[in-house]
């Protein structure tokens, strides 16, 4: 299969707990994006890299929130002290910036998270 | 603020209908996509459109895009159990090509 990934798919934490999320793009996309769902929403933009630079975070990205992409490839995302409104699905998508400009954005099956 | 409004927001029809989900905005997108997303997954991409007046047709499904590119609309024909889903069409703005969705279009198409 050689979508995007993302581990672990389901994730029920206590309130005040660390968790982390995995994300492993498309193969050779160069730029990978995190966005939040919660129920009967669109996603929400949270943050995006560039190869290994992260260019952009939104502001619904408080300082409990971590994100990494060590290498360029794989992204990781962290929650600090967990809340129970940070229960939503959290997704991850990858694309290649072409020539002409255009971005398809390819995304994960999700991370569903639930803050008991 | 919503900078994407999809309507209607839920739509459930019989089996062999058309429908038509509409997505405008005030604001003018570089490109929009359309998605269709199933409980517990993560959204699945059906087309870009980048062209102002651009229409796309994928078997069933014809996309348009408006010719000021604020809007979009997406019909489907003859519809069928294995359509429903929640549709979401997504803007693209700047130059880092984040995602402004939409509310979303939640489907169900009875047998």
């Known amino acids: 299969d050689t979508g995007v990934s993302q581990n672990p798919r389901h994730k029920i934490t206590k309130r005040g707990q660390n968790v982390t999320f995995r994300c492993d793009p498309i193969?050779?996309?160069?730029?990978l994006y995190w966005y939040r769902q919660t129920l009967g929403q669109g996603p929400e933009f949270l943050t995006y890299f560039q190869n290994e630079a992260q260019l952009e975070k939104s502001r619904l990205l408080s300082d409990r929130f971590s994100a990494e992409r060590p290498k360029g490839s794989f992204s990781t995302l962290e929650i600090q002290r967990t809340e129970q409104g940070d229960s939503a699905m959290y997704l991850c998508?990858?694309?290649?910036?072409?020539?002409?400009?255009?971005?398809?954005?390819?995304f994960g099956p999700g991370t569903r998270l639930t803050v008991l | 603020t919503q900078l994407l409004e999809q309507s209607p927001q839920f739509l459930s029809i019989q089996e062999g209908e058309n429908l038509t989900v509409y997505c405008n905005s005030s604001?003018?997108?570089?490109?929009l996509q359309w998605y269709r997303q199933e409980p517990g997954e993560g959204p699945v991409l059906l087309v870009t459109?980048?062209?102002?007046?651009e229409v796309k047709k994928l078997k069933r499904l014809t996309f348009q895009f408006g010719d000021a590119r604020k809007d979009s609309s997406l019909h489907i024909t003859a519809a069928q159990p294995g359509d429903t889903g929640l549709y979401l069409c997504a803007g693209d703005r700047g130059a880092t090509n984040k995602l402004i969705f939409g509310t979303g279009t939640l489907l169900a198409v009875q047998p």
């Open positions: 604001s003018v997108f570089s490109s």
């Open positions: 193969s050779e996309h160069n730029r």
């Open positions: 998508a990858s694309s290649l910036l072409s020539s002409g400009g255009t971005d398809t954005q390819y």
């Open positions: 459109v980048v062209t102002g007046g």
